[in-house]
């Protein structure tokens, strides 16, 4: 069978991100390929199930879970869990709870996500199986990250790329400077944090690996951005909107929108950060992204501060602050109770602007973000 490269690129794609494919032939895949896609995209994909072997359970269950349809992926990744069990399938259960953590992060539930991913961990070093320990070791650093914990997740990060060294896999390497650069972004060190996307960038570009591409392009308009250069920021933001929307891969899309919300802003286009952040609130809204439902509250709030629209502004902040309380993102939490401060400062409230501040003060300290931290401090004796 003569299979043509678009679709030979798709194949080896596939068989990166599935490690139980390796066994399979190329062949195989790509009957597997249309019925897994016909059911993915029906309207009640979950009534296969009984007739799906366990791989195919997992394989519909994470293309669910790729397109925001949460509460039916966790029914396929479910059954995809208990059959490879029921077969002592060690390979299909690592994934199947790895993706269920996948699955719990979004829902903003840090703890289980937590578990789940440990125990991926674990099943995939009893298997002795150096890709999978590298994709858990990832996300488990993705976690640390969303708490703010940026030493260990640098340390799994570190992990992960010692492996994709070891294997020679550029896909793994692509995904995890990625996630080094946005730990340098985080912490204000722009230029390792570019260094390191456009490493992730030039890796997945030569696997072609869309998916990767698109983050990579969204995370340098984020670091541009935060630079002041924002014709070079809105190129790479539209490249990556231009993949992710063709990909239909909604949570980077969510992302780009909001950064796209934070330039408008900056620039004093408050209509077009408004119609920005409220993309991203519509697609957090609709596939159930707590964490990112927040920053879109965030963002919002801060768009009505500079209109001096407090009290929408204050609804929003706290909206914000109560997801953020729930699924434990102390970085969007310290970088609300700062926005705050702000506000109350500008409307004459010393007294809370004052407790704000220090409440953004202790976080940042927490976190080791030390331009924050600075940024804090004086604000703080400006009170």
């Known amino acids: 069978m003569e299979i043509p490269p678009a679709v030979k690129t798709a194949i080896v794609q596939l068989r990166s991100q599935h490690a139980e494919l390796t066994s399979m032939s190329d062949e195989q895949i790509l009957m597997m390929l249309p019925h897994a896609q016909t059911k993915a995209t029906s309207e009640n994909p979950v009534q296969y199930l009984d007739k799906m072997l366990a791989l195919e359970c997992g394989a519909l269950g994470e293309q669910l879970l790729r397109v925001g349809r949460w509460d039916e992926a966790e029914q396929c990744l479910f059954a995809a869990l208990e059959k490879g069990e029921l077969e002592s399938d060690l390979k299909i259960q690592c994934m ?72 020679d896999d550029e896909q793994l390497l692509a995904g995890s400077y990625l996630n080094l650069g946005i730990v340098y972004d985080i912490q204000g060190n722009f230029d390792r944090a570019i260094e390191a996307y456009e490493k992730g960038l030039a890796m997945s570009s030569r696997v072609g690996d869309e998916r990767f591409s698109a983050s990579a392009y969204c995370n340098l308009g984020e670091v541009y951005r935060k630079q002041g250069r924002y014709g070079r920021a809105i190129e790479m933001l539209l490249k990556s909107l231009e993949i992710s929307d063709s990909l239909g891969n909604e949570l980077t899309s969510a992302n780009s929108y909001g950064t796209l919300g934070s330039i408008y802003r900056e620039m004093g286009e408050f209509d077009e950060a408004i119609y920005m952040f409220k993309k991203v609130l519509e697609i957090a809204e609709r596939i159930g992204d707590e964490p990112k439902m927040a920053k879109a509250y965030d963002g919002l709030a801060s768009v009505y501060q500079q209109k001096r629209d407090t009290p929408r502004a204050l609804e929003y902040y706290d909206k914000s602050l109560k997801i953020c309380e729930l699924t434990g993102d102390q970085h969007t939490s310290a970088i609300s109770y700062f926005n705050l401060s702000t506000l109350y400062r500008e409307t004459g409230d010393h007294d809370q602007a004052r407790r704000y501040h220090e409440k953004a003060q202790a976080l940042f300290e927490m976190l080791n973000l030390s331009r924050e931290t600075q940024q804090a401090v004086q604000a703080l004796k400006k009170l």
């Not at 709870?97 to 991913?117: S, T």
């Not at 590298?134 to 976690?143: A, E, H, R």
């Open 96 to 167: 199947a709870v790895m993706a269920l953590g996948q699955l719990c992060e979004h829902r903003g539930d840090f703890p289980q996500a937590m578990k789940l991913l440990q125990q991926s961990l674990v099943l995939s070093e009893r298997l002795g199986y150096r890709l999978l320990q590298g994709v858990s070791y990832s996300k488990i650093g993705d976690l640390y990250c969303m708490r703010g914990q940026y030493l260990q997740a640098v340390k799994h990060y570190q992990n992960v790329i010692q492996i994709g060294i070891e294997l």
